[in-house]
């Protein structure tokens, strides 16, 4: 399965400020995730991130607030806008490549706290 | 709407104690359901697929089954170090390639 790294592994932020996560996959991937883990609960998809056009967003998550770029393969990211208290939660990446299974591998994710 | 609920929320067994977590799910058409593992402060960690009722896999101390409305994953003789968070998952055949989630069982395996 593809190694998937994430940049920064954790943050501190100030209420306001933005933070941009990185997700960088060891081979070509043909579909890219993000996900939030809030504390205590179970995971739920932002966006798929989409090559080269604008990511898809789930109902309840807007591009004003989670902007996602996805210039390539093997790289993408998550930026969190404006950020406050409620959007402490784990930002997860994932992978999955659709001409072998549906399978999805994820990162280590980032953990952020907004104070 | 596609749901999908796990219980128990949270298991204690001792070593060796065989038991099994149940992954309850509706869905309107399945592609394929999925098992993930999650420690503490990682990233889910892929265990199995399953595409259809009646099939099973196995993976060590650790095997998955399918019906047409749940999916059981049976520990036997578990370990300390199985200890985590189980998450199932399903993705439906017209939900493009959406996994919904369900929130876990925490497992406690004691020496």
């Known amino acids: 399965s593809a190694v998937i790294s994430q940049k920064p592994s954790r943050d501190i932020c100030q209420r306001g400020t933005s933070l941009t996560i990185q997700c960088q996959v060891d081979?070509?991937?043909?579909?890219m995730f993000w996900y939030r883990q809030q504390p205590g609960q179970s995971l739920t998809l932002i966006a798929t991130?989409?090559?080269?056009?604008?990511?898809?967003?789930e109902s309840g998550f807007v591009i004003d607030k989670f902007p996602i770029s996805r210039p390539n393969l093997t790289f993408s990211t998550l930026t969190v806008s404006n950020m406050s208290p409620e959007d402490s939660s784990i930002y997860l990446c994932?992978?999955?490549?659709?001409?072998?299974?549906?399978?999805?591998?994820f990162g280590p994710g980032t953990r952020l706290t907004v104070l | 709407e596609d749901q999908v609920t796990q219980s128990p929320e949270a298991l204690r067994l001792q070593e060796g104690e065989s038991s099994s977590l149940n992954c309850s799910y509706t869905v309107s058409g399945l592609r394929g359901l999925f098992w993930y593992r999650q420690d503490p402060g990682k990233g889910p960690e892929f265990l199995f697929t399953l595409y259809s009722a009646g099939e099973e896999k196995e993976k060590e101390r650790l095997k998955a089954t399918l019906t047409k409305k749940e999916s059981f994953l049976h520990i036997t003789a578990p370990k300390p170090e199985d200890s985590a968070t189980y998450l199932c998952?399903?993705?439906?055949?017209?939900?493009?390639?959406?996994?919904?989630f369900g929130a876990g069982t925490r497992l406690f395996v004691k020496a």
């Open positions: 998952a399903v993705q439906a055949n017209t939900g493009g390639f959406k996994t919904i």
């Open positions: 081979s070509q991937v043909t579909m």
């Open positions: 994932s992978v999955a490549q659709l001409a072998v299974n549906n399978e999805q591998f």
């Open positions: 991130a989409n090559q080269g056009s604008e990511a898809t967003y």
